[in-house]
């Protein structure tokens, strides 16, 4: 197989427990099986776009999750990949990655988050098509960085470095990451042009981020390296997938080999892109402005409320006076929170646990 006819492996990457997300996202439904303002769940969208790009998808999801992951994906079992435990996406990568070696030795990988919103399907495929072509011919990791529309504070950054050239303009090395950024720095960098946000979409061959791996978080190729001859299938398997979790390093992928191997190169893309990490990203994603309210599902009523993000369930739910809220009614829950800090959403797992209400989470 030539270097241009390297299989491509999508790997979708549904892990989070999805907390910011509470009351629709709970530990036996995650986030990725919500429908966040469209027809489809963020599941379903996101497998759409890797049969665009994928010769085979693969998914991995923790066993709290795995019977309504593998029915919502409709995969074989054999590519449903179930983690024991949670160690972070470095594991979970190389998992997959020792997963498709054995299959396809000079296959190239895409990694995908199971909770991205992208609207332009085609935009998407085009610019991991391009990165594609690049990693099949490069021993390098490619990182996707998405151009910010806003100062955002939520998003780590990706700081762009020289231009690589020719046959591969448009990339460019990466000159570093960087975490969130404060509102005075966040504007800067925007203005500046130089930096983009980190959307945790990569694309390489299988066997170079194994070998990346290596060179840059020993402990955990080490951990995994017992992967390489393990049964596939079946109770054995499973156990050796359990002994080897065990001894893992919990590391995100980002801080294990990105920032710091040297050979990191970055495509910017221009497509609309959300990470959909709390109600305010979704609020805004769907176009929640100060004159603007959505209720993306159920019936709503508003009186002088505007800037508010709804979600009415089977009843009714009215606002007076209000702006800037999430309203979301489950049922058995309700929320109401201050859009601009929605992302302390995520301490209602322990507000709950102390009052002894594990039933509602």
Excluded at 105 to 128: G, K, Q, W
Excluded at 153 to 172: F, Q
Excluded at 177 to 196: C, I, N, S, T, Y
Aim: hydrophobic letters at 45%; charged letters at 25%; glycine letters at 8%.
């Amino acid at each position: 197989m030539s270097r241009a006819q390297r299989e491509v492996h999508a790997v979708v990457l549904a892990g989070g427990a999805g907390t910011r997300f509470w009351p629709l996202s709970r530990q036996a439904w995650p986030k990725p099986l919500l429908q966040a303002g469209g027809e489809r769940t963020l599941l379903e969208e996101t497998l759409e776009r890797a049969s665009r790009i994928a010769d085979r998808t693969w998914l991995i999801c923790g066993k709290d999750h795995a019977l309504p992951m593998r029915k919502a994906s409709g995969l074989p079992a054999s590519q449903v990949l179930v983690e024991p435990q949670m160690r972070n996406t470095a594991s979970a990568i190389a998992w997959a990655a020792h997963r498709i070696v054995r299959s396809s030795p000079d296959a190239v990988m895409t990694v995908l988050s199971a909770d991205h919103r992208i609207p332009n399907a085609r935009a998407f495929a085009a610019a991991i098509n391009r990165a594609v072509r690049a990693a099949a011919r490069e021993d390098v990791l490619i990182t996707l960085g998405v151009k910010p529309t806003r100062p955002e504070t939520g998003y780590g950054y990706i700081r762009l470095g020289p231009e690589i050239g020719s046959p591969h303009k448009g990339l460019h090395r990466v000159a570093g990451f960087v975490e969130k950024p404060d509102l005075r720095r966040a504007r800067h960098w925007v203005a500046g042009g130089q930096h983009l946000w980190n959307a945790g979409i990569f694309v390489w061959r299988a066997r170079v981020f194994l070998d990346e791996l290596e060179a840059q978080a020993p402990a955990i190729a080490r951990a995994l390296a017992p992967l390489e001859k393990a049964p596939l299938r079946g109770a054995a398997a499973a156990r050796a997938v359990a002994r080897v979790y065990r001894r893992a390093p919990a590391e995100p992928v980002d801080k294990a080999v990105l920032e710091r191997s040297q050979r990191v190169w970055c495509l910017p893309v221009d497509f609309r892109w959300s990470d959909v990490g709390t109600w305010k990203s979704l609020a805004e994603d769907l176009g929640v402005g100060r004159n603007v309210t959505k209720v993306i599902d159920g019936e709503a009523y508003l009186c002088d409320s505007k800037g508010n993000l709804v979600y009415a369930g089977d009843r009714p739910v009215v606002l007076v006076g209000v702006s800037g809220l999430a309203v979301i009614d489950t049922g058995d829950a309700l929320l109401v929170a201050d859009l601009e800090r929605s992302s302390d959403v995520r301490k209602v797992a322990s507000l709950l646990r102390e009052a002894g209400r594990s039933d509602l989470l």
